[in-house]
């Protein structure tokens, strides 16, 4: 690519983040094989490409790693690249494809450029891995050759095909729906411990992006060579000149090229979509499959994707074993849903917080390395921190901080910056340092013991008086008062740090409520108790009124107001439903997040949000059963009032069709428990 080129591309790239505000642009270096221009020339580019763009650049590259060399590693260490490599599993299976002209493979020389990778000094650039779907290659075998390669995370690819060259098939062979459930199988049995993105896409929609499934919106442009603006290049798989949009970076910005027709279809969602995905259940997951995939000669794309099958027995076995499964969200819409339906959501929140994790360590900011390194030498202490409830509302300067937390946890010797915070070095899960005059950023070293910052040890065992523990109400449940990423309830106001007589009021009132329900509603008790992991104290707001809060972002804890026992139960009740829901909408859109329409509902004087509206009819169904349960004719008339609400607001979410198939059968089962009473 010539210079002139390059220095175009960066003012286009710089123009279109600044008129948006872009926080992020992705730039993938691509090819052909990348590395073919050299080391002097990626610098040159990757410089140019920085010096313009700034610090919304996410700099990549995706190569065939033959070339890769410690030079090329040093190059992409101070420019902040990150390196994809294509491999396509063990010896076999990579060297079918991936072979040299003179037909030897090139399965050595990859794993050579991956051991590199691998290094310490470079682990901060290692992207992870692409792997092309071959069906005469064992899918556990390959899952397998990738997992111990220790990649931060995996591609599977499906083979570029359309209806006119259909996917290769081979006689005996399974489907591709059945390879990759193979790979799921294994996968989730040895605890997902590296995101996967067709299985993260997967299970949670809108949440975790990918170009082969779901319904987000096109975002991507290619830029050829002479700077010719194309369209997604796999589009060169349906026809000559499929890919072509007539728009160069000379003559043409960013704005214009993405409005070109065929990549402002695929901006539409659903809409853009076939009558036969509109019409499918599963459209909100699959989003039709890949867009070249669906390309028929006779009717263009409007077409199901040529894999449609496979993603369709991929989407029913995931949900037959996952926290998706029918069974799982029908147990979970009657109201309390029984202990083995609930367990589901939890792994559902440690997904998407690694998903979280792994998007904000591509800058590689302090303690990405290390908490990557951790979680191959110590992943329970790593798997503490990150299922914490306000780690998906992390930051890249946070992942410093959960670096040293886990650190501690594991007892490892690690140095990290961490960033303070209002006076306060926060340790999520262990507690908070409380510094005075120390600068925006301090250098943390662990040790089996505890920690050090500049002159000062501390020991968790017997700690100075600056250190600030997090205090546990119960068993597996902690009082949360100091880590700053706990204002997370909107326009709630959040309690400073508690004095210990606080804290034992805490502890006291909250056993009181569980006793109370142990009473008179059990049925609640496992959702709690699998759920609940963190109380965070409300601010007196001088009026006496019960207030609670939850938030998607924040699995796992409860925001509240002190309040006696019986008052205290019926809240945890009301946001534990909340978190409920919140989790299975992360992995099984119910509605339209776009849909503008909004609801009217009993318990509000203004109509709410799609979403808002069900989480309440949720969260309200849940405490009228707590009434219908409690004894007297107070708790009976309560729970009168709340059933006829209940009744009216589900009227309202199913009429209309504001709700996709997946959330009119969840209102369904909501409605049949409700009749039932």
Not at 144 to 160: G, M, Q, S, T
Not at 329 to 345: I, N, P, S, Y
Request: proline content about 7%; overall charge negative.
């Amino acid at each position: 690519m010539d210079p002139a080129v390059v220095t175009t591309i960066a003012g286009r790239i710089a123009e279109h983040a600044r008129q948006h505000h872009l926080a992020t642009v992705r730039v993938v270096l691509h090819g052909g094989e990348p590395l073919l221009a050299g080391p002097r020339r990626l610098a040159e580019i990757a410089g140019e490409l920085r010096a313009t763009v700034g610090p919304a650049l996410d700099l990549r590259m995706q190569t065939n790693g033959v070339l890769l060399t410690e030079q090329i590693c040093a190059i992409a260490r101070e420019h902040r690249i990150g390196i994809g490599v294509s491999l396509d599993g063990n010896l076999t299976a990579h060297d079918r494809h991936r072979r040299f002209a003179h037909g030897g493979g090139s399965h050595q020389h990859v794993l050579r450029a991956l051991e590199l990778l691998r290094a310490p000094a470079n682990r901060e650039i290692y992207a992870g891995l692409l792997c092309t779907i071959d069906l005469r290659n064992d899918p556990v075998e390959v899952y397998r050759a990738l997992l111990a390669e220790r990649p931060p995370r995996l591609d599977l690819l499906l083979p570029h095909a359309t209806w006119e060259t259909p996917p290769p098939a081979f006689d005996g062979a399974m489907s591709y729906g059945t390879w990759l459930s193979a790979v799921f199988r294994r996968w989730t049995a040895d605890g997902r411990t590296v995101p996967i993105r067709i299985f993260d896409a997967l299970l949670a929609p809108g949440v975790v992006g990918a170009e082969a499934v779901g319904l987000g919106p096109a975002d991507l442009v290619v830029i050829e060579t002479d700077g010719s603006y194309e369209q997604v290049d796999s589009l060169k798989v349906t026809f000559d000149g499929a890919a072509a949009t007539g728009l160069d970076v000379f003559g043409a910005t960013v704005d214009e090229v993405s409005a070109h027709p065929m990549i402002a279809i695929r901006q539409i969602g659903r809409d853009g979509l076939s009558a036969t995905c509109r019409a499918c259940p599963v459209v909100d997951r699959c989003g039709g499959g890949q867009f070249p995939h669906r390309y028929r000669a006779a009717t263009g794309f409007d077409n199901p994707s040529v894999y449609c099958a496979d993603l369709k027995e991929l989407i029913d076995y995931m949900d037959e074993r996952d926290g998706l499964a029918t069974w799982v969200r029908d147990e979970l819409a009657g109201g309390a849903g029984a202990a083995d339906a609930v367990a589901q959501l939890a792994p559902i929140h440690e997904a998407l917080a690694r998903a979280r994790m792994v998007t904000l360590g591509r800058t590689g900011p302090d303690g990405w390395a290390q908490l990557a390194a951790l979680d191959e030498s110590a992943p329970d202490a790593v798997r503490a921190v990150l299922t914490s409830p306000f780690v998906r509302r992390s930051d890249a300067s946070h992942l410093a901080n959960l670096a040293a937390a886990a650190a501690i946890r594991a007892g490892a010797a690690i140095t990290v910056r961490v960033p303070v915070r209002d006076g306060l070095l926060v340790l999520p899960t262990l507690g908070a340092l409380r510094l005075t005059g120390a600068d925006a950023v301090v250098p943390v070293r662990t040790s089996a013991a505890g920690f050090a910052v500049d002159n000062l040890t501390v020991r968790l065992d017997d700690p100075p008086p600056q250190w600030l523990p997090t205090r546990e109400l119960r068993p597996g449940i902690r009082l949360e008062d100091t880590d700053p990423l706990r204002n997370a309830y909107d326009e709630l106001t959040v309690a400073d740090r508690l004095d210990d007589d606080a804290v034992l009021a805490w502890r006291q009132r909250l056993d009181a409520a569980l006793d109370s329900l142990r009473a008179t509603a059990p049925q609640y008790l496992p959702g709690i108790t699998a759920t609940l992991r963190a109380i965070v104290p409300l601010a007196p707001d001088g009026t006496g009124t019960q207030r609670s809060g939850s938030a998607r972002t924040a699995f796992g804890a409860v925001a509240v107001t002190p309040e006696d026992p019986d008052a205290l139960a019926l809240l945890l009740v009301h946001e534990v439903q909340h978190l409920k829901l919140g989790a299975v909408l992360d992995v099984c859109p119910m509605f339209d997040p776009r849909d503008p329409r909004r609801v009217d509902v009993p318990w509000r004087a203004g109509p709410r949000p799609i979403e808002g509206a069900l989480q309440g009819t949720y969260a309200f169904l849940g405490v009228a059963d707590v009434w219908r349960r409690r004894p007297g004719p107070v708790a009976a008339a309560r729970f009168a009032a709340l059933r006829d609400e209940v009744t009216a607001a589900l009227g309202a979410l199913t009429t209309g069709e504001l709700l996709n198939p997946a959330g009119a059968r969840f209102a369904a089962r909501m409605r049949a428990i409700v009749d039932g009473w």
